[in-house]
Each structure stands twice: as structure tokens, then as C-alpha cells.
């Protein structure tokens, strides 16, 4: 058997008594022929592994450079040294890969996030990524924890689709038809998609949200967690047009439960980090106030990464209305300032972020539940409300975020929905089967979107989406 090994998050736990061990994992330095720092992934303290001087062949010491795989077998003692508990004392080493300290693209300092971008295949080698990849994991599983622990059902919806789920448009095709103009046309020149793969014409998934539905109206509760694309040229720290939604839809809910089971929701992933990556979210608190420090006074954060998320998991949700929104926002010292880039032009008018950002950073100071939305800049399925303008959406704007939720009640009475996909023109033959839940057996439901790579920049405090996936996805990028 090869791989009898300890983790060194796992050894690091215990108190150094002589065991014998042995680890494996990537060289992150080495000092005087003497001392190795050793990372395995687990952790991102690393392993001081100590040579005796003389017992090493030199052919040995000169393949010890950074990011060099070893097999290391050794006595664990107290260590002499300050800045760790313990020493590895190597009895041997084995080089598993080589690695040209000249060729190797990141150099044992500090590097910049874009420069690690560009070599997002090798970031995850670096403290800052993987401590933001483990609380991303820690995330992920408390999503599934949270939903299983109240009874929801994963249902994995498709990733193809015929349907536009938010109608907004921004999709990629799916097509086996030939780019090169020789493709099938109608004769009104348009392409024939009656002879692509599926006999019709089909994209990648902006929601899973409408299949969620069918699986709620017989389930009850259900949840989907998966990959869904966006074709928006949005080109911003907090857009991909590749990201990960979680998608709960719940029968029997209306909007104030679909409220309280959000909060909860983002309450109980956020505690789940804590408790379980608490190294993990010190290093990026810390790392945070370091790239803070660079920053003019009035754009640092009030609170360091770890008093925030405490806060948010401590305190109610702010919340409400849209049209309180827009009062708030009118009557703001920013506005009258005229500081907004987008003008406060009334009620109707949707919220950019900037507006977004003020209500949650400048006014509320903490995460605000926005609700009853008009519904002429809302999707068609969307519940309407009894002044006959508003419908019953809610999104949640996050403190440096912005929205990082958007969800409502949906429209459950089968003739308001009809008239509203006839107003909003969406052709009810493609929607049959949706349209089959309000035939048979319609009831009060809702749900949600959370966008996980906005969650997971909340809680690690990165800037930009972009180095919270590990591949990302956006305008004109898709390396890797
Ligand atoms: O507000 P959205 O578009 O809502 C829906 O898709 C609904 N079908 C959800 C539902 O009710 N089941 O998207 C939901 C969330 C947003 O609040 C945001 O956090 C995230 O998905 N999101 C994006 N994240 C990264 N990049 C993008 N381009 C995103 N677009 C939306
Ligand atoms: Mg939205």
C-alpha cells in the first residue's frame, strides 16, 4: 500500500510524543539545507520538517525547491523552535515529483490576486486560496446539511433546456449544427433547429427554478444546487456567467416563510464556517485588514471579516418594502448630493447596486430583506400582489455584496399567471408542462435563488468572484 499517511492538519491537532509518522505533501520552503515547510492541503499551517545536518545526500537536498512533492517519514517532537508546536525529525525523504524552482511559476512571496489568476491552475498552492477553497467546501456541505436536516429533497434539475427560466434572455446555445453557414435553414432563412440534436432549439440553464417547482408540488420541500449559466456582458466583480445557485422551492410557503427560511438558511451556512474552518477564516480576516490598510479611511469596512459575519449571524434581518426603499433612498443625503450615479427617478425604476450597497452598508449597516417589487422589472411567475402593481418578490442585499439572494411566492392561480406570460409574451405552449402544476392540484408555494459564489465571497471577504470559483467563467476567459 502507498499511502499510509497522516494529514498534517490531523498531526498538528496532537501533542508531539516521539510518534512516527509519515506525510506527504508540497515543499513551501526550505531553509539552511535544514528546515522544510511542508503543505498537504489539509491546512494552511504547514509542517516544519527538520534535516540533520550531514544525513541527507546532497542530490537529495538540491530536489528539495518549492512545490517539490515528498514522502516523508520521521519522529514527531516538541519543536525548539518559536511559530510551531511540533518538528517533523525526517529518518527519510522521498522526491515523489521534481519541481524546477526556475521554471515554477509562483516564487515563495507575496503574489497579486490578478497575477494568480493568470495561473489559476496552480493557485491553490497559496495560503490565500487554500483557505478560501476549504471554506467554500465547508460551505457546500452545510448547504446540504441545512436542507437535509428540515427534509427537502436535491433534486438535480437539467443543466440543457429549452426554457428561458428568468426571461431575461442571456443564453448560451446548445447546438451540434454546423457553424459554418451550411446549417439547415426554414425557408425564411432562419436555422431549422428542427434538425439539431433534441429536435429543437436548446441553451445551457439560467435556473433550475421551474423544474424546482414540479418537484415541490409533489415533494413539498426541495432544493437544487447546481451550475447555471448566464450569457450577460457583465464584466464586474460579482458576475460569471458561470456560477452555482442553490435553489430551494417550498409548497405551502408564502413569502414571509420563504423570508424566514432564507435568513435562516444564510445564518446557519455562515455558522457552519465558523465553527468548522475557524484557522481558516482568521487567515482571511487578517488578510483582509492587511489589503484594507491599503485602502483611503473612508472606503475600509467598519468591521474586520470575522465581527462581521458574527454580526450578520447575531442580528435580525432589516426588512423592507421596495417602495420603503425608494423613500429611503429619495430622501438620502447621498441623493440630494447628487451622488448616485443612477438618479433616484421614483418608484418603478429598478435598483443598481450602488443603491443596493447604500441601504445595506450607509443606512441599515447590516443585511436588509427588500420585498414587494414592482412587477412590470420582475419575472412573469412571480405572485401578484392585491394593489394590482407590486408582486411578491424578495431579494437579499449583503454588506459589500449587494444582492445575494432574489426569490418570491410564484403565482399559483393558473388565470393571473396566463395573462401575465400574455402581457409579458411568453408563448404558454412551451410552458405546458409547467403550467400542468396550477392545473392539478395548484398550491401556495416559493422560493429562492442563493448565488453560491456571492455567499462564498461574503464569508472569505474577497473582492472579486473571480477568486472564489476555481475556474472562472466570464467575458472573453475561459482558461483552464
Ligand atoms: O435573481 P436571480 O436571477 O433569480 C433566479 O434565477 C431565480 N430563478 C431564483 C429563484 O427564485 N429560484 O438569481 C439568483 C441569485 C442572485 O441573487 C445572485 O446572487 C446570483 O443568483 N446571480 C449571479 N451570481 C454570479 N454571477 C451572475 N451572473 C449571477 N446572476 C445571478
Ligand atoms: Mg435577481
Known amino acids: 500500500m502507498f499511502n499510509k499517511r497522516i494529514k498534517i492538519k490531523e498531526l498538528l491537532a496532537q501533542e508531539p510524543a516521539s510518534q512516527e509518522v509519515t506525510v506527504m505533501g508540497w515543499v513551501r520552503t526550505f531553509r539552511n539545507n535544514q528546515f522544510i ?15 540533520e545536518l550531514g544525513k541527507f545526500p546532497e542530490e537529495i537536498l538540491k530536489r528539495i525547491t518549492t512545490s517539490a512533492s515528498l514522502r516523508v517519514q520521521g519522529i514527531v517532537e516538541p519543536s525548539l523552535g518559536k511559530g510551531q508546536k511540533m518538528d517533523l525529525k525526517a529518518v527519510s525523504i522521498e522526491i515523489l515529483g521534481d519541481s524546477d524552482a526556475e521554471k515554477y511559476p509562483l516564487q515563495p512571496k507575496k503574489h497579486s490576486l490578478e497575477f494568480l489568476r493568470e495561473k489559476a491552475h496552480l493557485r491553490f498552492r497559496t495560503n490565500t486560496f487554500g483557505a478560501v477553497f476549504r471554506v467554500r467546501h465547508a460551505l ?5 446539511q441545512f436542507f437535509n436536516e428540515r427534509g427537502f429533497i436535491y433534486l438535480h434539475t437539467p443543466i440543457i433546456t429549452a426554457s428561458d427560466a428568468e426571461g431575461a434572455g442571456e443564453m448560451f446555445r446548445v447546438t451540434t449544427l454546423p457553424m459554418d453557414g451550411t446549417a439547415p435553414k426554414n425557408e425564411d432563412g432562419s436555422i431549422n433547429y ?3 440534436f433534441f429536435g429543437r432549439s436548446t441553451n445551457l440553464t439560467v435556473s433550475g427554478q421551474l423544474e424546482g417547482e414540479l418537484g415541490a408540488t409533489a415533494f413539498g420541500e426541495i432544493y ?3 451550475p447555471t449559466f448566464r450569457a450577460e456582458n457583465s464584466n464586474t466583480a460579482r458576475h460569471l456567467a458561470e456560477f452555482w445557485m442553490i435553489e430551494p422551492e417550498m409548497a405551502f410557503y ?6 424566514n427560511l432564507a435568513e435562516a438558511f444564510i445564518k446557519y451556512i455562515i455558522g457552519y464556517a465558523m465553527d468548522h474552518n475557524a ?15 491599503q485602502l483611503p479611511q473612508d472606503k475600509r469596512s467598519e468591521m474586520g471579516l470575522l465581527d462581521k459575519l458574527k454580526f450578520v449571524v447575531d442580528n435580525q434581518f432589516e426588512r423592507i418594502t421596495y417602495t ?3 423613500d429611503i433612498l429619495r430622501e438620502s443625503n447621498h441623493n440630494k448630493k447628487k451622488k448616485f450615479q443612477y438618479e433616484i427617478t421614483g418608484w418603478g425604476m429598478d435598483l443598481q447596486s450602488e443603491h443596493e450597497r447604500y441601504l445595506v452598508e450607509k443606512h441599515f449597516k447590516k443585511p436588509v430583506i427588500l420585498s414587494n417589487y414592482p412587477a412590470a422589472i420582475k419575472a412573469f411567475y412571480m405572485r401578484q400582489n392585491e394593489d394590482g402593481k407590486t408582486v411578491a418578490a424578495m431579494d437579499i442585499l449583503a454588506p459589500g455584496i449587494g444582492e445575494i439572494v432574489g426569490g418570491s411566492q410564484r403565482e399559483e392561480r393558473m388565470d393571473r399567471l396566463t395573462t401575465r406570460m400574455k402581457e409579458m409574451h411568453i408563448p404558454e ?3 405546458w408542462w409547467y403550467l400542468d402544476t396550477r392545473r392539478f392540484g395548484t398550491v401556495p408555494h416559493a422560493g429562492f435563488g442563493l448565488g453560491f459564489e456571492r455567499m462564498v465571497q461574503f464569508v472569505t471577504g474577497m473582492n472579486n468572484i473571480r477568486d472564489v470559483i476555481a475556474f472562472p467563467r466570464t467575458p472573453g476567459s475561459a482558461d483552464f
Do not use: C, P, W
Open 37 to 51: 515547510a511542508l503543505n498537504d492541503g489539509s491546512t494552511n499551517n504547514h509542517l516544519q520538517v527538520v534535516l
Open 140 to 144: 457546500a456541505f452545510a448547504v446540504h
Open 194 to 196: 428542427k434538425e439539431d
Open 224 to 226: 437544487t444546487f447546481g
Open 254 to 259: 408564502d413569502l414571509e416563510d420563504n423570508m
Open 279 to 293: 484557522e481558516d477564516l482568521h487567515f482571511l480576516d487578517q488578510r483582509l485588514a492587511e489589503e484594507e490598510k
Open 324 to 326: 420603503e426603499a425608494i
Open 429 to 431: 405552449e412551451e410552458l
